[in-house]
């Protein structure tokens, strides 16, 4: 096995894998030799099935919601029908909004709740017990800096980020005696289509032009910058190597100096 085709022999399956970071860590788990399954709303529609493949490996891409029991099995078992296993799981669906705690609707917060926590608790419970019985498993949850971070206008998100970063940690202890490692990468913001769909949002708020709005987020940042999506991937990578082992109940921010 080659230093950069460490991951030969190994299944990656990734929820919000057709785009943004799991689109990132999905390619560059199969550019360490993975065979990969990507699962997401647009998957059936996402050329990132093909991006895969040309990487010399293969690859699975089906439609999933993560909010959805029977969904989430459907696209485990296609995957272990496909590979045989799900050797790495990395949890990147997710969604936000933006609502103060006053006059908060139920139902946008029982959605963010249902997408950003449940949906990573789904995913774990059916792959953990797989990763233990071989014991070797690699789960990178993605959280966020607002894990760790309070905004007025941001409650469910950061209740759900914080609560993953939570859910890591026990999952973590539970994954420990058998080689399966959990962890938790919490990025600021980071250039992806869903996190310049947000930054609109704030900006129209703020009644500011988004392209102002971005410049501000870029100069308030340490590093006069946004993350980008490979960062992420690239760190999830080498979170998946055996030197990686010791690494585990960790929530790892990505943020360039920022809090937010």
Not at 21 to 38: K, N, P, S, T, W
């Amino acid at each position: 096995m080659t230093q950069e085709k460490f991951l030969l022999g190994r299944v990656a399956m990734v929820t919000g894998g057709a785009s943004g970071i799991g689109r990132a860590m999905a390619l560059a788990f199969a550019q360490a030799g993975a065979d990969v399954a990507i699962g997401s709303r647009t998957a059936s529609t996402s050329p990132c099935k093909n991006e895969i493949e040309a990487r010399g490996v293969r690859a699975l891409a089906m439609n999933l919601d993560v909010t959805s029991a029977n969904s989430v099995l459907a696209f485990y078992e296609a995957v272990v029908k496909t590979f045989g296993k799900v050797d790495i799981l990395a949890n990147s669906a997710g969604i936000g909004a933006e609502q103060s705690i006053c006059n908060h609707p139920d139902e946008v917060w029982d959605q963010l709740i249902n997408v950003n926590l449940n949906g990573v608790y789904r995913t774990i419970k059916l792959c953990l017990p797989g990763m233990i019985s071989r014991r070797w498993g690699r789960i990178i949850n993605i959280a966020s800096t607002a894990a760790e971070v309070g905004s007025p206008t941001n409650a469910a998100y950061c209740a759900s980020k914080a609560a993953v970063v939570g859910l890591t940690r026990c999952v973590a202890l539970e994954g420990a005696p058998y080689g399966v490692t959990c962890n938790a990468i919490s990025p600021g913001w980071v250039e992806t289509k869903l996190g310049k769909s947000w930054m609109t949002e704030i900006a129209e708020t703020s009644n500011l032009p988004f392209s102002e709005y971005i410049q501000q987020v870029k100069q308030a940042n340490p590093q006069k910058r946004m993350i980008q999506p490979e960062e992420i991937g690239s760190l999830a990578v080498f979170l998946c190597r055996d030197e990686a082992l010791g690494i585990t109940m960790q929530n790892i921010t990505v943020s360039a100096g920022s809090l937010w």
